[in-house]
């Protein structure tokens, strides 16, 4: 015999074309007479349930293999069916067989009558659905269990950021220098910087920071914790809806971080009333981040400070974004712009992949 | 109120951080006690009838974690002022008892310690 049992029935005289769809169907497949004898079954059914092929047709259904095909339950249901009475709908069943694991079946039958009485069939349909359901089940345990693992990771990153920001405070609360403790509370806003994009982090979806929250959340824990007088100096955030990858948003964020805290320290020594304003628009792939305020604008001549670490890490950060950094003057005040031109990408310092 | 003094008691299983919470409470011109965890709390709390504010942590190990301190305090000493500290996903404000103050780690000193004054002038006048 070949691969395939012979598509003939001498019983039950069916249409060899009737018998080849049956035969050939890749879902386990039987069709049965109203007595429940099988008249053609399926390549796949006989594998999918190890019954011999050669010898299935003719046989009852209740007979098949050890008799485990005799469920009470699915005998009426098919003989409801073969009545016109019922009709079985995805119905589940298990099947149980000795010394093997239970089977969960998904069963459906339908009535196939055209019209002579006593040719009518029952066309059943049996789908094994127990290892589809163990590897749902395993999906949603893992699923489960990688959002356990992200809410450890994000607590512990959360209680490690919480101990560094601890100990610089700390410090800056001990030492005596003026200078010292600038430098402590700088180091300590700018771990405070990469925490709130951790924040967002950890709200947000996809991985992605929203700006504008982010950005706001941000100047608000810089003035909180700079601003004794929030009457007399504000912080504003004019940020677009743009979202960019956690990557580029500690960067912007910590850019921000230096040219607050610069402008809050130096841009109004004696005035009465002063405004920081933060903005970020962005058109396709290009963006404009922009720190401005409205002080006593940038001392020239010899009286310029030496470039602190605060001008090196925007420096550096607006660098490695592919961006240009320009200092002006605001009338008053004095306005920072990075601008990222991506048509001009590759023709900064940046490696190219070529 | 311990010499005309409030005082705070602070609970945190990580010993860093309850030691920056301390140092941050005594900078505010508060007294400080500590505790690293919810039952320690509770034996402290029993041991003495002057504390007028607990900071808290949440998760933490022992027998109950910070929101559930958090209630039993709320039940068995109304008057104490909460604020609850968590390195988790932003709480549900609706999970603390009413009037408790949540801040996600990590926290702003500033932050912390106006919410202290606030909580500490509250109490004072009600």
Redesign the interface.
């Known amino acids: 015999m070949g691969p395939f049992m012979p598509i003939k029935s001498a019983i039950f005289a069916e249409a060899p074309s009737t018998l080849a769809v049956v035969v050939l169907s890749n879902e386990p497949l039987l069709l049965l007479s109203t007595d429940l004898q099988i008249i053609a079954a399926s390549i796949s059914f006989c594998n999918a349930f190890a019954i011999d092929a050669a010898t299935i047709v003719g046989r009852r259904l209740g007979t098949l293999g050890n008799g485990e095909w005799n469920m009470p339950k699915l005998v009426s249901l098919l003989n409801a069916t073969a009545s016109g009475n019922a009709k079985i709908e995805a119905y589940e069943i298990d099947l149980k067989r000795p010394n093997q694991k239970t089977r969960q079946l998904v069963v459906n039958a339908q009535i196939l009558d055209d019209g002579q009485k006593d040719h009518v069939r029952l066309l059943l349909a049996v789908t094994d659905m127990t290892d589809a359901r163990a590897t749902a089940r395993l999906k949603d345990d893992l699923l489960n269990d990688k959002a356990i693992l992200i809410?450890e990771v994000?607590?512990?990153?959360?209680?490690s950021?919480?101990?560094?920001?601890?100990?610089l405070?700390?410090g800056a609360?001990r030492v005596q220098s003026d200078e010292a403790r600038d430098h402590l509370q700088n180091a300590h806003h700018r771990?405070?910087s990469i925490?709130a994009v951790q924040?967002q982090l950890?709200?947000s979806k996809g991985g992605k920071v929203p700006l504008k929250a982010y950005m706001a959340l941000l100047c608000e824990?810089l003035g909180?914790?700079m601003i004794a007088d929030q009457d007399r100096l504000s912080i504003a955030v004019k940020v677009d809806d743009s979202s960019v990858e956690a990557d580029v948003s500690i960067s912007l964020g910590l850019i921000v971080t230096e040219l607050v805290i610069n402008a809050l320290k130096h841009a109004f020594p004696d005035q009465p009333k002063g405004k920081i304003t933060v903005s970020y628009a962005s058109k396709g792939r290009d963006w404009t981040l922009m720190v401005a305020d409205d002080g006593i604008g940038m001392p020239t001549g010899p009286a310029t400070p030496k470039a602190g670490l605060g001008t090196g890490i925007v420096e550096a950060l607006a660098k490695n974004l592919q961006g240009t950094l320009e200092v002006s003057c605001a009338e008053p005040g004095t306005a920072v712009t990075v601008r990222h031109n991506a048509d001009a990408e590759g023709q900064t310092a940046a490696p190219s992949a070529a | 109120m311990k010499n005309g003094r409030a005082v705070v008691l602070v609970v945190d299983d990580?010993a860093?951080?309850r030691?920056?919470?301390v140092?941050?409470v005594q900078?505010a011109g508060y007294e400080a006690l500590e505790a690293q965890d919810a039952d320690e709390a509770i034996r402290i709390l029993e041991s003495r009838d002057d504390i007028d504010l607990v900071f808290t942590d949440v998760?933490m190990p022992g027998t109950m974690d910070g929101i559930k301190l958090a209630h039993f305090i709320r039940n068995r000493w109304p008057p104490v002022q909460l604020i609850v500290a968590?390195?988790?996903?932003?709480l549900e404000e609706s999970s603390l008892p009413t009037g408790s103050q949540y801040f996600?780690?990590?926290?702003?000193?500033?932050?912390i310690t106006?919410a202290m004054a606030r909580l500490l002038q509250s109490k004072n006048s009600g």
Do not use: C, E, F, W
């Open positions: 809410q994000q607590h512990r990153v959360a209680n950021l919480q101990i560094i920001a601890s100990i405070m700390q609360r771990v405070m925490s924040k950890s709200t824990s909180a914790s | 990580i860093l951080i030691m920056g919470a140092d941050l900078s998760q968590s390195g988790r996903d932003i996600s780690k990590p926290y702003n000193d500033h932050a106006d």
